[in-house]
């Protein structure tokens, strides 16, 4: 797979709860990248949660903070970066991602909010109706995730580990392979004519 690969990092997009930064962890240890999360650099940055930024910055300068940090990653490779939830909603974002391969992670509305009722890490979900701003967000979203290289449907009796194993599944078939050299016989046939 690392072959395949020759370092080109990996970023995992998806809603908030899809489960970026779990299976982000478990790929970079099995394919001996290291790991990110724009989400943790942009707190470590900031001194602040995301929640303190929303709510004391507002989220433009969230985005503003996050957009800096994914143009930064395009500077390293052999990275598997779980990005934050809205960072497709940047046009700029996108020529970065596109700097390495990109995952979606895609879970229905209802399962994401099976994982997430209850946390209250997510700014954009401190709402009377959390299920609802859910559905709305993801219906407005679907069309950004969809231009991911790898799409991968993800349901609740899925594990982590399943995740991770159905994205090393399906890089094989996204990844651009150099074509490949003429065999030695080739070359012998075309200096043969020359000749
Ligand atoms: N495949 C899975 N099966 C069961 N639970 C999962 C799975 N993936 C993630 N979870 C759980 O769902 C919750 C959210 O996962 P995680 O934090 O990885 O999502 P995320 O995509 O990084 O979200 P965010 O965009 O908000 O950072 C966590 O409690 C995690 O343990
Ligand atoms: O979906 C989103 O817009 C967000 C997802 C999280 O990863 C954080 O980046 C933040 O809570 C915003
Ligand atoms: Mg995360």
């Known amino acids: 797979m690392n072959d395949l690969l020759r370092g080109i990092n990996l970023y995992l997009i998806g809603m908030m709860g ?9 790929l970079a240890q ?4 290291g790991f990110v999360d724009t989400d943790e650099v942009i707190t470590q940055v900031a001194g602040q949660s995301i929640n303190e930024i929303f709510a004391e910055q507002g989220e433009e300068a969230f ?5 800096q940090v994914l143009s930064q990653l395009c500077a390293y490779q052999r990275l598997v970066v779980a990005t934050g939830g809205g960072i497709i909603l940047q046009r ?5 991602l596109r700097h390495g391969l990109i995952v979606w992670l895609d879970v229905s509305p209802e399962d994401l909010y099976h994982r997430l009722k209850g946390d209250t890490s997510r700014p954009l979900l401190q709402h009377d109706n959390p299920l609802g701003r859910l559905q709305e967000i993801v219906t407005q979203r679907q069309p950004l995730y969809a231009q991911a290289d790898v799409k991968l449907r993800v349901t609740v009796n899925d594990t982590p580990e ?5 994205i090393l599944e399906r890089i094989p078939t996204v990844i651009k ?12 046939a075309v200096e043969d004519e020359q000749n």
């Open 30 to 33: 099995q394919l001996g990248y």
């Open 18 to 26: 899809a489960g970026k930064t779990t299976v982000g962890k478990l």
């Open 177 to 188: 392979t150099e074509s490949p050299q003429p065999p030695e016989s080739d070359f012998e």
């Open 63 to 67: 985005r503003t903070l996050e957009s």
């Open 92 to 96: 700029a974002n996108w020529s970065y």
């Open 162 to 166: 399943q995740v991770m194993n159905g």
